[in-house]
C-alpha cells in the first residue's frame, strides 16, 4: 500500500502539479532556468542547465510540532 501511494506521489509530481498533505506540507516542482556558472575546480566557465527540482515547504503544524519538543 505504501508503495501504491509513493507511486502516486511520484507520478503526481512528475506531471507537474504541487502536493498538499495537510498537516504536513506541500511538495511542488519548479524550473531553473539555464545559466552560467563556474567549475570551482579549474575556474572554466560552464553553462548550467535548465532543470527541474523538487522543493518541500513544511506546514505551520509540522513547524510548531517540530519546534515545540
Known amino acids: 500500500m505504501v508503495e501504491s501511494v ?29 545559466r552560467k556558472g563556474r567549475n570551482p575546480q579549474t575556474g572554466d566557465a560552464i553553462t548550467i542547465e535548465a532543470r527541474r527540482i523538487l522543493t518541500f515547504k513544511p506546514s505551520t503544524i509540522l513547524k510548531n510540532t517540530i519546534n515545540s519538543k
Do not use: P, Q, R, Y
Request: aromatic content about 10%.
Open 6 to 34: 509513493f507511486c502516486i506521489l511520484k507520478d503526481t509530481l512528475e506531471n507537474g502539479e504541487e502536493i498538499k498533505i495537510s498537516g504536513f506540507g506541500k511538495f511542488e516542482v519548479k524550473s531553473k532556468h539555464a
